[in-house]
């Protein structure tokens, strides 16, 4: 079965950057349409991006369009999400998921579109 594990986060101040990685393995990860979401306690999960399996589209949510981008390494087996101009609001749990199915511009954005999940890393951006 397909794993992902997340790592990269950690407490920044606002306006910095970081930069999210979601390791692949146990299975083919060309074959994964591949998002981040993101989650605050006491809330839903937030789409943030998404990137079909040849990585030619993606889409972001309007809070993060312009300041994150989504990218993969097929050669890596890994998912990447660079966080920049980042915000207080930008403060969750990020989490990278997966799926064989293709990239469908409705769809991506569920968090139901997904079998899998990585563990999450925590963001914490300060004023």
């Known amino acids: 079965q397909v794993q992902l594990v997340e790592s990269g986060g950690g407490l920044v101040q606002a306006g910095g950057s970081l930069r999210l990685s979601c390791a692949a393995s146990?299975?083919?990860?060309?074959?994964?349409?591949m998002a981040w979401f993101r989650q605050v306690p006491g809330k839903e999960r937030e789409f943030v991006a998404a990137m079909s399996r040849d990585g030619r589209t993606t889409v972001y949510a309007d809070s993060v369009k312009g300041r994150f981008t989504i990218s993969r390494n097929s050669a890596k087996n890994t998912a990447y999400l660079q966080m920049n101009s980042l915000k207080p609001e930008d403060t969750a749990v990020y989490y990278c998921?997966?799926?064989?199915?293709?990239?469908?511009?409705?769809?991506?954005?569920?968090?139901?579109?997904?079998?899998?999940w990585g563990q999450g890393t925590q963001v914490t951006v300060s004023s």
């Open positions: 146990g299975g083919d990860f060309s074959s994964l349409t």
């Open positions: 998921a997966g799926d064989r199915s293709p990239y469908t511009s409705v769809y991506v954005r569920a968090e139901t579109n997904y079998y899998y």
